[in-house]
């Protein structure tokens, strides 16, 4: 897949591929898990998940790992609690509008 530069089994983006054919080769046991999902609940900056007709549903939020599309085009390798900050980011702001608040007035803006 690297020397064609299309990962026709994953779609991992060509630039990302890396050829792996000098030996030696070794092999160990991996003992991390990634809590996170590729796919998951459709959603905008709302965080109302989206219907099949790309409607809103009114009152069902989705936050965390199950909020999808974040990861639809590619996947990180290992990063232990990707998806922990975007729980707690978007979980706080879901609450808050669930609540019926203001997220705009609550919440401080960040200057880049």
């Known amino acids: 897949m690297y ?47 989206k219907d099949a007709n790309d409607q809103h549903i009114p009152g069902l939020y989705v936050v965390g790992a199950a909020q999808g599309e974040f990861f639809a085009n590619d996947y990180p390798t290992i990063c232990p609690g990707i998806g922990h900050g975007r729980c707690v980011t978007f979980g706080r702001m879901a609450g808050i509008k669930a609540a019926g608040g203001d997220i705009d007035k609550l919440l401080p803006s960040l200057k880049v």
Do not use: H
């Open 3 to 49: 020397r064609q530069q299309n990962d026709v089994d994953y779609g991992k983006r060509k630039e990302l591929l890396t050829a792996i054919d000098k030996p030696p080769y070794y092999a160990g046991k991996l003992i991390s898990t990634v809590l996170t999902m590729c796919g998951g609940l459709r959603t905008d900056s709302s965080l109302l998940v």
